[in-house]
């Protein structure tokens, strides 16, 4: 199929709005042709529809960094993957709290706590454990946890602890899976994605674009987030990092995360599109992306999204008529990750 007109786009945004959903067994090849203005024309229609005026901000605090055992090929963390990044164990408790204190007075929506390795266990999991519950006692910020491969066993403690949403990507698509990582499978997150959701977490899932992907890897990465029922979708361009052996890969064009956003929204029209790292490679620091599918971000100063604060993020959304509270996220038409 060729590019769509303004016609079709149109029609077929109307549909999806109405409910249709486009699956995997229909010629999506109207997503990569058509031209990306007028693709993210409709994505924005989308976004607008589903999402309102609201843009949903996380922050995350690298709560455990380095000497991990998985072979990733894009992360720094990776013991096999000599990047040189400071390496420590769990952060002290008081250290995080007062870290999601100053999230929460910033004005973001959630907080997470990201640790290195295949999973977090034992002792350090206990301690995370009185972290999240100390900070769901004192503070009224959303948390969020990423801790790898965890049991059921251990899901359903970090739910009681109060913790909302759980972020465990699936990074690209089956078929590239092996490819960028064979110290654990594809297969093994989507069944961590699905113990997170019958707990009752939102799950934050989504992946890389620019590991040495194809389109159709991106398409049918979108495909699978669609059928498990994503909520937040983070859409990472990966930067690539000295002593990984993604290190030599050429940053992706802004055109193609554009294209990648809006193609996003197209297959999951409901859920946070969230900007992740690379986000200095867009237009504006994302800010055109803010009005063409993308309805959510992390921020601040953590990992490879550095460079931009809560309270410059802040500013954008005023200067570009969009909202991060709550009260508009609920009075928007779709479900746009609500919890």
């Not at 996003?264 to 620091?285: C, E, H, M, S, W």
Request: aromatic share 6%; proline share 3%.
């Amino acid at each position: 199929m060729s590019a769509y007109t303004e016609k079709q786009l149109a029609q077929l945004t109307t549909a999806i709005i109405a409910g249709r959903r486009l699956r995997a067994e229909e010629d999506l090849s109207f997503l990569l042709e058509t031209p990306l203005a007028l693709l993210q024309q409709y994505a924005g229609e989308l976004q607008r529809h589903f999402c309102g005026r609201h843009i949903d901000f996380c922050t995350i605090i690298n709560g455990r960094s380095g000497r991990c055992g998985e072979n990733c090929k894009y992360c720094a963390q990776a013991a096999c993957n000599h990047t040189g990044i400071e390496e420590y164990g769990l952060l002290p408790a008081d250290e995080i709290i007062r870290n999601a204190q100053a999230n929460e007075a910033a004005g973001a929506n959630r907080f997470a706590i990201v640790t290195s390795g295949r999973a977090l266990s034992g002792r350090d999991f206990d301690a995370v454990i009185a972290t999240y519950e100390a900070m769901h006692r004192t503070l009224h910020i959303d948390l969020c946890a990423s801790h790898g491969l965890l049991t059921r066993a251990q899901l359903h403690r970090l739910h009681a602890a109060g913790v909302t949403s759980y972020h465990h990507n699936i990074e690209t698509s089956r078929r590239f899976f092996p490819q960028i990582c064979t110290t654990h499978t594809y297969d093994d997150r989507i069944r961590t994605i699905r113990m997170a959701q019958e707990e009752g977490f939102c799950v934050c899932s989504g992946g890389i674009i620019g590991m040495g992907e194809t389109w159709q890897d991106r398409l049918d990465m979108a495909l699978d987030l669609q059928r498990l029922g994503i909520e937040s979708i983070p859409i990472n361009a990966l930067m690539p990092i000295p002593g990984t052996p993604l290190a030599q890969q050429p940053q992706l064009p802004a055109e193609d995360i554009l294209r990648t956003i809006a193609l996003f929204r197209f297959i999951n029209p409901t859920a946070n599109i969230r900007l992740a790292a690379g986000r200095k490679l867009l237009p504006q620091n994302g800010a055109t992306a803010f009005l063409a599918g993308a309805s959510a971000s992390i921020t601040g100063n953590m990992l490879t999204t550095s460079g931009t604060t809560i309270k410059e993020d802040m500013q954008m959304l005023r200067e570009l008529g969009l909202t991060n509270r709550d009260a508009d996220c609920q009075a928007a038409t779709g479900t746009c990750g609500a919890r």
